[in-house]
């Protein structure tokens, strides 16, 4: 069964929170989570890509979050939301199949879900910023 994307979203968020908190490896992650989708299928392609290149990318999205974040300390920022703006700054570095409008729709989507209201207007600010930054460079 297909899962939605925004679902390969849902579960790259739970997966990665449980790397986070654990300090274990995410192939570690990924084989012994004890988070399971509904229905019991196995986590698919893109949700797994997805967790891998965002734990790589994590120094990386960390410095665009310290950049656009004014007046935040990284520390301050909760860990759900940090890992909601890493998850989409990855997929507007390594998935340039989707576009960057969907990509922070949907980070906002998933921030509604498993985080609160302020949260959501902070993570569309920073990833509207970052956007802004890409195509600036790009166009440098």
């Not at 949700?47 to 990318?57: D, F, M, Q």
């Not at 939301?81 to 989707?98: C, G, H, V, Y």
């Not at 990833?127 to 930054?133: D, F, G, P, S």
């Amino acid at each position: 069964m297909a899962i939605t994307r925004r679902q390969a979203r849902e579960d790259a968020l739970q997966l990665l929170y449980a790397h986070e908190v654990s300090g274990n490896s995410v192939n570690e992650i990924v084989k012994d989570t004890t988070i399971f989708r509904p229905d019991g299928s196995p986590f698919d392609k893109f949700t797994i890509a997805l967790v891998k290149k965002t734990a790589k990318s994590t120094k990386e999205c960390e410095k665009y979050i310290i950049k656009h974040a004014k007046n935040w300390d990284l520390n301050r920022i909760a860990l759900t939301d940090k890992l909601i703006l890493r998850i989409a700054m990855t997929e507007f570095f390594s998935f340039p199949d989707i576009p960057p409008k969907v990509t922070i729709n949907e980070a906002l989507e998933v921030a509604k879900k498993f985080s609160t209201t302020k949260s959501v207007k902070f993570i569309n600010g920073i990833l509207n910023a970052v956007h802004e930054e890409i195509l600036s460079a790009k166009d440098d």
